[in-house]
């Protein structure tokens, strides 16, 4: 898969976890829809930080010839996915709400906006 595909499959699932995320912080917990997009979401986020790892780092140095400091987010994501969900399984409410609340503004807010910096993608498509 080319790195153009790879960017374009990443965006799909990383933008509507934008809009999932968000609602899931602002809406009441432990309903039946707080824990059908939760799961949604964190699907999403496995599949879009496993995609990322396929994709080489566009700025700043690289580790063998492929990983950047942006794919820290990636490894972020495959940790703390697993670890809030057996969180709130074990009943630890305050363990998970800690735990998706880092990996909303980690790895959406400030990896998403780092996407934004001159040379990325986004950057070209959204400023010329």
Do not use: D
């Not at 432990?30 to 879009?48: A, D, E, K, N």
């Not at 690289?62 to 969180?87: C, D, E, R």
């Not at 409410?93 to 790895?107: C, D, N, P, S, T």
């Not at 959406?108 to 950057?123: D, K, Q």
Request: net charge positive; charged share 10%.
């Amino acid at each position: 898969m080319s790195y153009e595909h790879l960017m374009y499959a990443h965006l799909v699932t990383v933008l509507p976890c934008v809009l999932i995320g968000g609602l899931l912080l602002i809406i009441k917990k432990r309903t039946s829809i707080h824990r059908y997009f939760g799961r949604v979401y964190m699907i999403l986020m496995l599949i879009t930080a496993v995609i990322t790892l396929f994709m080489p780092a566009e700025v700043g140095p690289q580790i063998f010839n492929h990983f950047g400091w942006i794919h820290s987010f990636s490894f972020l994501t495959l940790y703390t996915v697993p670890t809030a969900y057996t969180a709130i399984r074990k009943g630890n409410v305050k363990k998970h709400k800690r735990k998706m609340i880092l990996l909303y503004f980690g790895a959406i807010i400030i990896a998403g906006g780092f996407t934004l910096v001159p040379g990325r993608y986004l950057h070209q498509v959204l400023f010329g």
